[in-house]
C-alpha cells in the first residue's frame, strides 16, 4: 500500500514551540501533500511538495522531503492555539488516480 | 462562497433506512470524490468522478450508489443503512487526480 504513515500519532506542545511531524511512504511518488483538520470541520490543504523540491515554506509552515529515505517532515514553528488539529500526509496512488492519506498526527497546543 | 459544500451536515436515522448526502463544489473541478472518515480518523475513499464518469470504486458495498448528475454534483445515496455505516463522510473535488484536494465540511451520519 501506498499509504503514508505518521509519526507520532499525538504529539502535546507548549504555545509557542515548534512542532515536527512525520511520514514515511513505501514506493516513489511524484509528490507529496499535508492537510490539517480542525475539529469536526473538512481537510484543508496546506503545502504540496514535488519529487524534485526538498524543501518548501508557506508563512510558519515547512516542509521537507527526502525521497532517498521515502520521508517528508512538516514544521510549524512559534505555534499557537490555532494550530491544534490533526495533521495529514497524502500521496498518490498507484496510477495517480488517487490520493491516499496516512493516519494522521493529532497536534495539541497547550496554553 | 463556499467552495465545496455538503449538506445535511448532520444525519440521524435507523438502521434499514435509505438517505442521501448532496455535495456541491463551484470551483470549476473535473473530480470529485467521496471519503469515509471513522470514529479513529481514518480517512478512506470510496469513489470518484470525472467529468460525471465512475473513476474509483473502492470495494464500496454495493448499498452505497454514488450520482454525478453534471460535474458540480456529486450525490451519495445510500440503501439499508447498517450500524457499521455510522461515520463522516466528506466529498471534495480536484482539478485532476491526485492534484489538491478541496474538501467539504463533512456529513456525520448515526445509525442508530
Known amino acids: 500500500s501506498q499509504q503514508g504513515e505518521e509519526d507520532p500519532q499525538a504529539l502535546s506542545i507548549q504555545e509557542g514551540e515548534n512542532a515536527t511531524m512525520n511520514c514515511s511512504y513505501k514506493?516513489?511518488?511524484?509528490?507529496l501533500q499535508w492537510y490539517r483538520q480542525n475539529s469536526g470541520r473538512g481537510l484543508v490543504h496546506l503545502i504540496l511538495?514535488?519529487?524534485?523540491?526538498r524543501e518548501k515554506h508557506s508563512g510558519r509552515l515547512r516542509v521537507t522531503l527526502d525521497t532517498s529515505k521515502k520521508s517528508s517532515s512538516l514544521l510549524i514553528t512559534a505555534s499557537r492555539a490555532a494550530d491544534t488539529a490533526s495533521y495529514f500526509c497524502?500521496?498518490?496512488?498507484?496510477?495517480?488516480?488517487?490520493?491516499?492519506f496516512g493516519k494522521g498526527t493529532r497536534l495539541h497546543i497547550l496554553p | 462562497d463556499t467552495a465545496v459544500s455538503q449538506t445535511p451536515k448532520y444525519l440521524v436515522t435507523q438502521m434499514g433506512n435509505d438517505k442521501s448526502i448532496k455535495c456541491e463544489q463551484n470551483l470549476g473541478h473535473d473530480t470529485m470524490y467521496w471519503y469515509k472518515q471513522d470514529s479513529k480518523k481514518f480517512l478512506k475513499i470510496m469513489f470518484s468522478?470525472?467529468?460525471?464518469?465512475?473513476?474509483i470504486n473502492e470495494t464500496v458495498p454495493n448499498r452505497f450508489s454514488p450520482k454525478s448528475p453534471d460535474k458540480a454534483h456529486l450525490n451519495l445515496h445510500i440503501n439499508s443503512l447498517e450500524l457499521g455505516d455510522s461515520a463522516v463522510y466528506f466529498c471534495?473535488?480536484?482539478?485532476?487526480?491526485?492534484?489538491?484536494?478541496?474538501f467539504g465540511p463533512g456529513t456525520r451520519l448515526t445509525v442508530l
Open positions: 511538495i514535488r519529487s524534485n523540491e
Open positions: 514506493t516513489s511518488i511524484n509528490n
Open positions: 497524502a500521496t498518490p496512488g498507484d496510477g495517480d488516480d488517487k490520493i491516499i
Open positions: 471534495a473535488s480536484s482539478y485532476s487526480a491526485a492534484d489538491t484536494q478541496y
Open positions: 468522478y470525472n467529468n460525471k464518469e465512475l473513476i
